[in-house]
């Protein structure tokens, strides 16, 4: 084979983004990202990327490409709307002090 | 890890034009003076973005470049818990990198474009890489100094405004310290054996010495984008206030090693309470930053070679995702006829 090979670093792999549960009993967690040719190495670089000291049991790829994300533009519209409904919390209610386990 | 002030070198930012754009500066200011985080996605000033692609990326290659010197001394440290530990460094080392270059990608460059500038040349990393590590008490000065330096430019770096800075700062500043204390520790072993190793240890301080007191970087007369950085929130602490808190934590430190600082002019100065120090020759500083250092070409051909011998691993890696996903993919047709 005489071909040259194609330079691959003239395009970056697809980015994967890395969650990681730390120990059993807890959720996984974002904790950055990476690329890889594929899902498999991505598994690999993200347990030499981050859990040189036993952060994890357990890891998570997802390809960035793939996560649909709200758009910051309209953050006001999403979330404002739970700012005026403070009767979602225990402490709107006023209770007297005599009254126990409440 | 090892991040250097070289904010004197970049672009100057640019001056917004639309009243558009500076009514959303003046909120984006607002927000920054607010402590709020910025995040990726988040409208931000465009000089703002350059400046964190600058300076993360720069970063980043600081770190990657930063694995040479110390990687040139794994086949040759003195003990195998000497060379495990210094494995466990270098590599270490590659990862901030690779938390760095992410944190700059989501600026919107890309980890190839990044790569492009540092083989080129085009790209700056930290001076103090450029400099040859000729013993094996250079290892040890290297962790004491050059990491300590570097730890003191950084942890203020964990409360930078730009979310993903920070958080890759965080990572970063809770694996360094490990790397100053071993190198202290080289530095202690050394410093307490034959004379021949206390007079090894004396060597490496007084080459590292100066070199470690520039990372700071320019003084902050001549340092023109530090107001910009701090009123953004990038940057804490001017380069000097930085400088002076490593001369005062690590002179107490040098006399515990019964070592000597290679400053004739260094005294302690009781009215402000502080070390005060000799001259810096800035002419150094700006010679290395320019490729004048006594490694720089070595440097970069080392990373060069590496990126093209690595050329094929790449391809076969690229050329195996490609057939898995082939196969995979009439694997599935296959169950579906």
Sequence with gaps: MSDPLPDPSAADWPLF?????????????HVGSLHA??????????????TRRQEGVSIW????????????????????????????HPTFYAIPDEVKNL | MYTQALDVHGREPVPAAAAEVAAAAARFQARIDADEKIEPKDWMPDAYRQTLIRQISQHAHSEIVGMLPEGNWITRAPSLR????????????????????????????????????????????SSIF???????????????????????????????????YARAMVRICKEESFHQRQGFEIML???????????????????WWWPSIMMFGPSDA???????????????????????????IT??????????????????DEATQHFSSGPIDWNEFHAVLKGSGPCNRERLEARRSAHQAGAWVRAAATAHAAKQAARALASQEARQA
């Design chain 1, 17 to 29: 983004e890395v969650f990681i549960r730390s120990r059993s009993g807890l959720e996984h967690k």
């Design chain 1, 37 to 50: 040719a594929d899902a498999r190495m991505a598994i690999e670089h993200a347990r030499d990327v981050y």
């Design chain 1, 61 to 88: 790829v997802v390809r960035s490409a793939d996560i649909v994300a709200s758009d910051p533009g309209e953050a006001e519209a999403l979330f404002e709307p739970a700012r005026d409904k403070v009767y979602r």
């Design chain 2, 82 to 125: 000497r060379k495990a530990v210094l494995i466990a460094k270098v590599q270490d080392e590659g990862g901030h990198g690779m938390y760095l270059y992410s944190a700059a990608e989501t600026l919107g460059i890309s980890r190839a474009q990044m790569f492009e500038q540092l083989l080129s040349g085009a790209a700056k990393y």
């Design chain 2, 130 to 164: 450029n400099y040859p590590t000729l013993t094996w008490a250079d290892v040890g000065a290297i962790g004491w100094l050059v990491d300590g330096a570097a730890i003191m430019n950084q942890i203020p770096i964990c409360r930078c405004s730009y979310g993903p």
């Design chain 2, 189 to 207: 072993t050394l410093a307490r054996g034959s004379a021949a190793q206390h007079a090894m240890a004396q060597d490496a301080l007084n080459r």
């Design chain 2, 222 to 248: 001549d340092s023109k984008h530090t107001a910009q950085s701090m009123r953004w929130k990038i940057k804490r602490f001017s380069n000097d206030e930085l400088r002076q808190k490593f001369i005062d």
């Design chain 2, 251 to 268: 002179v107490p430190q040098a006399r515990f090693l019964e070592l000597s600082i290679p400053d004739p002019a260094l005294r302690w």
